[in-house]
Structures are given as structure tokens and as C-alpha cells.
């Protein structure tokens, strides 16, 4: 029926706008990363990350999927310093024993996802779903306005609707659709302004997809025309509830068709005793019978027709008044939040905030207006809860209505997000993190590692994180973004990876390794000689840390094994004393103090393992392609080793960017971070499951094996059952003697 089909369309569309609110991705993707099935209450210490704020349906646009998907592989808050080692992924990851299958669980389900949906983003991106939901919502408006016209006109109108959504050119359909409006829609029926705002709609939908450009700014510039649309369609302009309306006539129809039925069976009585036989519907046709006989019959079909209709119409509404408080509030609203001229001038200041950022005084003049728009949205928000609680029983008001409210929230969040991006501009961040994680597969803008190699040393490279670290607050600066040393040397990792690709060491990558080289080996004597200046600046001011500490020799040497071995008092506190009033109590502050100091003094310097890496890399490349007299070299094998070490060091590095900054990157991104993703997933199950196959992908440990430090996790494995078998047994023996010391333990 068709006031049930718009009642369910009406319903489908508000329950799509608001799961773009409330889903968990939209509303706080950090929450949905760190959310635990065990105490699923909020976590503390969350916070959205500036420039973020502005979450709901814009963040969609976003590279928030890439954000969530790093987020399942990483599962960690911050991010230690860049380690060149494979093992790195290991600690990045957070995988402990007593999670390992939920997490392996987790990894698996993540594959999956990526492998079933890598061509989803492609087909159904944000852009081309939105576009494609206008066109419903835009025809839907449309063709509710058909029945108003001429029946000679209507087939074709409605075929001009439809081609306007499904052709590819829309241009001849609009034209149609606007003559047949503008000539032969009955003047005065619609209430004034209605037949202005659906031609603006229309000539917006129809610019969108012929540019095939459809940015956010856009979009919301329609769904805002079209939320007003629809609120000024489906608010009621009379005092009087149109069902109780509705109600009376058809009471009045019931009792005119009693009247009618009882004088047409009075009138059958006197005709079957003149007669003999009682009236019919062929009665209406005998020329000898009254005309009133022939009025009555048609007259009955007509009103039974009309009761049908009406019957159809009928909603059940409570015994107290509700509806005068219902249609004082919608006025209330359209006069107040809602008035149009108070919609169109927070739209017109927003875009002109977005076009011309200059006629602004200064950046928090944009931000003021940024929170107006948060203002206006949470008054938006709470007169959209007051219908539904205080007005349940009003569905086919309400309904309507709140989707046209949700149109008018959803197109003016688009339009203020792209405002909060003009903000904080980074024209080459999307590139930055494309170069660091589009792997295996290459960008367009860099076709092969050694363009990407070039581009972590170029200029561009070093001002997107300038642009960055601005953003940041002082204290996340150095866990966040990474230094330009660590920069060189993952693009040395790429150089590596090109020349074992190709098979040669070309011109181009010569010339760049041994800049990179020189590069680092510079920033290595600079580390060095602002070292010994130190030394030389605490020797000469006597600032020993030995000196006056009143420590005797055996409590030095605990101090010192403490600070070299901080994880100890945690891994083996099953087996350590308790601590005692007598013993020093400042030893492990001392030692996270003593940290502390020597990481702000080393802060973005290169560590021995960097240079171990660029020393064996260029070991490599010179005894594996030098060619001389004397000396003739065997290329190295390309093996997947050295590709996994580029792609688990950028990974290191682009992480925290992501986690930070993903607000500020196009969604388009996350189809080229989708390789990434599988292959740090696989590598992950590989590495934890433990095969053993020789040339299996998986993160395999460099040089001696430190036990403290290095995780074993194919022996660690083997313990778990062991230690569910030992938690079972002591679970049983507690049944027996709940209070038992050593159980308990």
C-alpha cells in the first residue's frame, strides 16, 4: 500500500542515517579497537585525537577502515623506538600467552575480511554509495509528486524519474521532469517554496554525477536542501490531527451507508410486495424504477470505496490530547533550531569558511564556528529523542519528520568535516604513508622502491613532517613521528630491495645508496661528538652518578642488574621476596628516572642495531654486485627476508601516523593498504602457529637469542596446555579448601 511504503521508507532511511552516528567504527573507532569482551564497560583514558573530533558520518570518508585494521595487527597504545629487527613486529604486537588463540582468532577473522572484501571499497566507497542514496531519496520525493499531475503525463513523468537515477547522463530526464513540473503542476496545491527546493535538489543530484566528482562538501549541500525539503513536506499544518480527521470521516461514511442500506431494503420490501421479486443491481438499469433506486446503489459503492480507503488510514492514537503539544513543539523548532534562514546561514558560513578561508579573521574564528555547528547538532540531536519518547504513538508524524531531521545533521557534518580538514592541511601525507605501506603492491605516484626510496629523502618528505609534529602535542612528538635517520635508513631498505629485484645495482640506485650512506654515517659523527661533549660538560662539573649515592658495592651491582633487567621484578615475582623496609624503596624509581634521562639525551639518535643494519646492507650491496679484475661477485639470492625487513620497518614507522592522522587521509587510501595488512596478518599467524617450514613467511629472530628481551613463542606454546591443565586441577582442589594459601596463590 502506499502509505505503508512510505512509512517503511521513511523508517529504512532513518535507521541507515543514524547507524552512520552510532556504530561503533563512526562514533569512536580508538573504543572499537580497544574494546574487551571480559569488562566491556568504557575504558578510561581514551581520548580522540585533535582534528578527530569531528566523528558521525563524515569519518566514513575517511581512512578509518586502514586506522582499524592497523589498529587489530598493532594492539598497542604507543609504539617503542624503531627497531630494524623483524622481531620488532613481535613486541609491536602484544600477543601474550594467556590471549594468544583470541588473538590468533582475531588475525584469522581479519584475513578473511580483507581477502572477501579487497574489491569492496572499490565498488561501494563512500562517494558512490552516497551519491547512489540521493538518487533514491531524490526519485522517492519525485515520484510522490506524480499523482498530482495530469494521468495523461504520469506514466512518462515517472519513466523521467526513473531514467534520472539509472542513466548515465541525467541531463534529458532533469529537463523533463523540471517542464512537466513547471507547466502542468496544479498552481497553489503545494505549500509555497516546495516546487524551488525540489528543483535545487534536482539540479544539485544532476551536477554531482555529471562532474562524477561527488567531495563531501557537495553531498552535504544536498542533504541539507533535501532535509528541509522534507521537513516542511511532512510537518503538519493544521491544529487538528489529520487520523482524527480522518477517524470522523469515516464514522460519517459508516453512518451515511447505514442510512443508505436501510432505505435501500425498505425500498427491496416494497418492491417484492408490488412485485414479487427484490431489488438487484439490475434494478438500476429498469427504466421503470425510480431514479433514486439507481442513485442509491451507486451511491453505496461509492462510500463503501471510501470506507475501504479510509480504514486503510486509521491510526490508533492515546485519549489524552497529545497532538496540540506535538504540532506546538514542531513549530516551536521550525521558528527556533529548525527555521530555514537559520540552516541556510550556518550552511553558507561553513562553505564559505571552506572556500575562502581568508575572509575569516584568524583560525579560531573557524574553530568558533566549528563548535556552533557542534551546538546545533546536539540541539538537533535531542529535539530528534524528544519526538520519539514523547510522541510513540504519532509514528506516521514522527517518522517522516525525523527523517528529514536526519537528513539536515547528516549533510551538515559532511560539510563541517571538510572545514575541520581545511584546518590542519598536510598535502603529502596520504603519499607518505602510500610509499611506507603499499606493499607489496606499488602506488601510482611511485612505481617501484627505488622511487619510494627517493621520496623518503626528498624535501616533501622531510616538510609532511614538519607538518605533523605541529600538530602534536610536545609530549607525543617523539613516539609518534619518526626521526629523519630512521627515514634514510628504511629508504636504504628499499634500495636493498630494488637492487635485489632488478638483479643489478644501477646508476640511479648507486648514486642514491651512497647518499644515504653518507647521510647516516654524518648524523652517526655528529651523535657521537655531542656525546663526548657531554661526557667532557659532567666530568668537568664533577656529576658522577656514582658520587654521594651512600650505596654499598652489592647494592650497586643489584641497582645496575635492576636497570639492565627492568621486566625482572614482573616476570619473576612468583619467586622474589617481598620487599622490606629495610631495603632501598627508590631503587626502581631511580632506574625509570635514570631511563627517563638517558631517552630524552638520546632522543632520535641511531642505536647500534641501525647501524648494524646499515653496516650489513652495505656489506651486501658491495661484495654482491662490485665487479672488478680481481674480483668477481655472486648477486645475492632475492629471498622474501630482506622484503618482510622493508615492510615490517615501515610499518613501525607509519603505525602511530595512522593511529594519529588517519582523519586527515582520503578513503581511497585503504585500498592500497589492503597488501599491507595481509601480509602483517600472516606473518603474525605464521610466526605464532610455528610450521617450521624453512621458506615459510614468518618473522624468524637475527643472531643469539636473549632470553629476556626476545620472545620464544613455539616453546612458549607448548606451556599452555600445561598451565590450563594446572589452573583446572587447582580450581577443583579450591572446591575442597576454598581458603587454601598456596592454592590461592
Known amino acids: 500500500l502506499p502509505e505503508k511504503l512510505s512509512l517503511v521508507w521513511c523508517e ?54 586502514s586506522h582499524c585494521m592497523l589498529g587489530v595487527l598493532n594492539s598497542s597504545v604507543t609504539t617503542d623506538r624503531w627497531e630494524p629487527q623483524t622481531e620488532a613486529l613481535l613486541s609491536l604486537s602484544h600477543v601474550s600467552l594467556g590471549e594468544w588463540k583470541e588473538r590468533i582468532h582475531q588475525l584469522e577473522v581479519l584475513s578473511s575480511v580483507l581477502w572477501e572484501n579487497m574489491a569492496f571499497p ?57 517542464t512537466v513540473l513547471r507547466n502542468f503542476m496544479p498552481p497553489n496545491l503545494l505549500p509555497e517554496g516546495i516546487m524551488g527546493a525540489c528543483t535545487t535538489c534536482l539540479q544539485q543530484f544532476v551536477q554531482s554525477k555529471v562532474q562524477g566528482g561527488n567531495s563531501p562538501a557537495q553531498c552535504g549541500v544536498f ?11 511532512w510537518t503538519p499544518q493544521t491544529i487538528f490531527d489529520p487520523a482524527v480527521k480522518r477517524a470522523y470521516k469515516l464514522n460519517y461514511a459508516q453512518q451515511e451507508l447505514a442510512l443508505l442500506q436501510d432505505e435501500w431494503k425498505a425500498r427491496s420490501l416494497l418492491s417484492e410486495l408490488k412485485t414479487g421479486q427484490e431489488l438487484k443491481e439490475s434494478s438500476t438499469t429498469d427504466g421503470f424504477q425510480h431514479p433514486r433506486i439507481r442513485y442509491m446503489w451507486i451511491r453505496m459503492q461509492q462510500v463503501k470505496e471510501q470506507i475501504a480507503e479510509l480504514s486503510r488510514k486509521q491510526a490508533f492514537r492515546p485519549q489524552e490530547p497529545h497532538y496540540g503539544r506535538l504540532f506546538q513543539d514542531l513549530q516551536h523548532y521550525l521558528s527556533t533550531i529548525g527555521h530555514m534562514s537559520v540552516v541556510e546561514e550556518l550552511l553558507s558560513q561553513l562553505l564559505k569558511a571552506l572556500q575562502d578561508p581568508s575572509s575569516f579573521r584568524s583560525k579560531s574564528a573557524i574553530k568558533g564556528l566549528l563548535k556552533e555547528e557542534t551546538v546545533w547538532q546536539n540541539s538537533q540531536q535531542q529535539f530528534c529523542k524528544k519526538l520519539m519518547e514523547d510522541y510513540p504513538l504519532f509514528p506516521d ?23 575541520a580538514a581545511s584546518l590542519t592541511p598536510v598535502p603529502g601525507l596520504p603519499k607518505f604513508v602510500s610509499c611506507l605501506l603499499s606493499f607489496p603492491s606499488v602506488s601510482p605516484g611511485l612505481p617501484s622502491d627505488l622511487a619510494r626510496a627517493e621520496f623518503l629523502c626528498s624535501r616533501t618528505c622531510m616538510d609532511v613532517l614538519h607538518s605533523l609534529v605541529k600538530l602534536l602535542p ?23 630491495c630494488y637492487t635485489l629485484s632488478t638483479g643489478e645495482l644501477s646508476e640511479e640506485a648507486c648514486s642514491l645508496f651512497r647518499h644515504i650512506c653518507q647521510a647516516v654515517v654524518n648524523e652517526w659523527d655528529d651523535q657521537d661528538k655531542r656525546r663526548r661533549e657531554q661526557e667532557q660538560t659532567e ?15 652489592d647494592e650497586q651491582e643489584e641497582k645496575s642488574f635492576r636497570c639492565q633487567f627492568p621486566q625482572f621484578n614482573k616476570d619473576f615475582a612468583d619467586i622474589l621476596s617481598q620487599p622490606s623496609l629495610e631495603g632501598p624503596a627508590d631503587t626502581e624509581l631511580e632506574c625509570e628516572e635514570l631511563e627517563a634521562q638517558q631517552g630524552a639525551a638520546e632522543a632520535g639518535s641511531l642505536s ?14 658491495c661484495l654482491g654486485y662490485a665487479q672488478s679484475l680481481w674480483y668477481q661477485s655472486t648477486p645475492p639470492t632475492n629471498n622474501s627476508k630482506e622484503h618482510i625487513k622493508a615492510l615490517i620497518s615501515s610499518y613501525q614507522i607509519a603505525s602511530p601516523v595512522m593511529s594519529h592522522f588517519y582523519h586527515l587521509m582520503d578513503s581511497e587510501l585503504d585500498l592500497q593498504l589492503t597488501g599491507c595488512g595481509l601480509l602483517l596478518s600472516a606473518l603474525l599467524q605464521n610466526t605464532f602457529k610455528g610450521s617450521g617450514a624453512f621458506d615459510e613467511l614468518a618473522v624468524s629472530s637475527e643472531g643469539p637469542y636473549d632470553f629476556y628481551q626476545q620472545p620464544n613463542v613455539s616453546e612458549a606454546r607448548l606451556c599452555l596446555p600445561v598451565l590450563e591443565h594446572l589452573t583446572e586441577a587447582v580450581r577443583k582442589r579450591l572446591e575442597e579448601w576454598p581458603e587454601h ?3 590461592v596463590q
Open 12 to 65: 529504512l532511511l532513518s535507521e541507515a542515517l543514524t547507524a552512520l552516528w552510532t556504530c561503533s567504527v563512526t562514533s569512536d573507532p580508538n573504543r572499537w579497537l580497544r574494546w574487551d569482551p571480559v569488562s566491556p564497560g568504557t575504558p578510561l583514558g581514551l581520548k580522540l585525537h585533535p582534528g578527530a573530533e569531528n566523528t558521525g558520518p563524515a569519518l566514513l570518508s575517511k581512512a578509518v577502515r
Open 474 to 496: 610536545q609530549q607525543d612528538q617523539d613516539s609518534v613521528i619518526a626521526q629523519p635517520s630512521t627515514l634514510l635508513l628504511n629508504a636504504l631498505l628499499y634500495v636493498q
Open 741 to 743: 594459601p598456596a592454592l
Open 223 to 233: 542533504w541539507v536542501n533535501m532535509g528541509l525539503l522534507q521537513v516542511r513536506v
Open 397 to 419: 508524524l514522527v517518522g517522516p519528520v525525523r527523517t528529514g531531521l536526519l537528513q539536515l545533521r547528516h549533510g551538515m557534518r559532511l560539510v563541517a568535516s571538510q572545514v
Open 608 to 621: 647500534v642495531s641501525a647501524m648494524n643494519t646499515m653496516v650489513h646492507v652495505h656489506q651486501c650491496m
Open 539 to 553: 666530568a668537568s662539573l664533577y656529576r658522577s652518578r656514582l658520587h654521594g649515592s651512600g650505596l654499598t658495592e
Open 122 to 178: 572499490a565498488i561501494v566507497d563512500f562517494r558512490g554509495t552516497n551519491l547512489r542514496l540521493q538518487g533514491a531519496v531524490l526519485r522517492r520525493q519525485l515520484q510522490s509528486m506524480g499523482d498530482l499531475l495530469p494521468p495523461n503525463l504520469q506514466e512518462g513523468y515517472m519513466e523521467s524519474c526513473e531514467s534520472l537515477v539509472e542513466d548515465s547522463d541525467p541531463l534529458i530526464a532533469a529537463q523533463e521532469i523540471q
